[in-house]
């Protein structure tokens, strides 16, 4: 019944009925359109961002190459078969981990029926598991990295060409012949490498050729600064260091073209410091070696100083007639007729060295091998003259035919 409202001066006004508010049905309903035109813009644009996502992923991933999971090469082969079972050993730990974190996460969620129980704090079964099993994981990864590290050796002689020669060999009871490995010599120079056959006298810079399934035998050095020498469907990297000499031991098993660079910076024109490994039939090998002949030029030490001098995106060059002692003196950094070659600084050093008289020997060099990479000036640093020999240590000899000269 309607409530009678008294005014101030004693009268009566009419009841006020009580009425509910009204709702404009435009402006909800204007509202609740823009609300739905916005989660529209929203979605259309995460379906934007995500075609733009993953085209970007699929163009990133078009340029990638497999080399390093289906190599040509038996010993990148076995490190690969390395990589794939020590992976799925430690995958046995992470993926159990991983899938039981999202169901305790559900399983004992505020909302759920789960049992609690506050006083529990072990179990025997479940120790033993924690424990046992990561602890053989470990074993047999421990075991699959040592008899890996022995066996794949890089100065380790091969001990086969290829899995399946291995296995046919092994079937019908024979050993497996391994053919002569080639030598290669390998210099990392400012920016580019240079390789050296010297059983067959003749060089390449910036590209590598060896035969297909013949045992190849790198011999690795570098004149200015470390380097590293990595193809990755041979085999794995192997530092390259001035003044010392590494070895790789590898073999290619298929025929192709394939790439190789430098995987250690080494300064402005690292970036381009690549060429190409050609693995082709032993015939294909002979023409190769024959061309490199006829169109090379003659490589001895002046050339080499001339080469070794920094530049950038050199193109193949071939060369012939290389000088039987070439690589020696680079290793011993003696290419250079003055210097003294460090074997023989060794040597006269294991026989006591030359005393205060060896003093003579010693001179200053300025070079300008710092401006030529990039790099600040440096002073005058002392070196031993090549004017004594292990036999004559104070290099009598050599000063007297100095002064005669």
Known sequence: MPTPVTNGY??????????RPRIIRRGRSTGTE????????????????HFLTVLTVCALLGGCQWVLLAPSGDVALQQRNILLTSTALMLIIILPVMALTVF?????????????????????????????????????????????????????????????????????????????PLVIQAVALDWKWLFLYP????????????PVDRPVEFRITASTVMNSLFIPALAGQIYAMPGMQTKLNAVINHAGEFQGFSANYSGAGFSDMRFLFHGVEEKAFGDWVQAAREKGSPLGREEYL????????????????????????IVNRCVDRSRMCTRDMMAMDARGG??????????????????????QPVGARPYVAAICTPADVHGIAGLSARAIE
């Open 354 to 375: 030359g005393g205060k008289e060896g003093l003579s020997t010693v001179m200053l060099s300025v070079s300008d091998k710092a401006l030529r990479r990039g790099g």
């Open 104 to 180: 305790f996460a559900w399983r004992y969620r505020s909302s759920a029926q789960a049992t609690y129980d506050p006083d529990w704090h072990h179990s025997l079964p479940l120790e033993v598991v924690i424990w046992t099993v990561p602890l053989l994981i470990i074993i047999a990864i421990g075991a699959i990295t040592w008899m890996g590290t022995h066996l794949l050796d890089p100065f380790r002689p091969l001990g086969r060409i290829s899995d399946g020669k291995a296995a046919i060999a092994a079937k019908a009871g024979e050993v497996a012949a391994m053919p002569k």
């Open 306 to 329: 001339t080469l070794e001098k920094p530049s950038e995106r050199e193109p193949v060059r071939f060369f012939r007639d290389v000088a039987p002692d070439l690589y020696g003196a």
């Open 34 to 49: 823009n609300a739905v035109s916005r989660i529209g813009e929203v979605i259309s644009l995460l379906r934007t961002l």
């Open 10 to 19: 004693g009268g009566c006004e009419q009841p006020v009925k009580h009425s």
């Open 199 to 210: 059983e067959q006298g003749i060089a390449a810079l910036n590209e590598v050729v060896a």
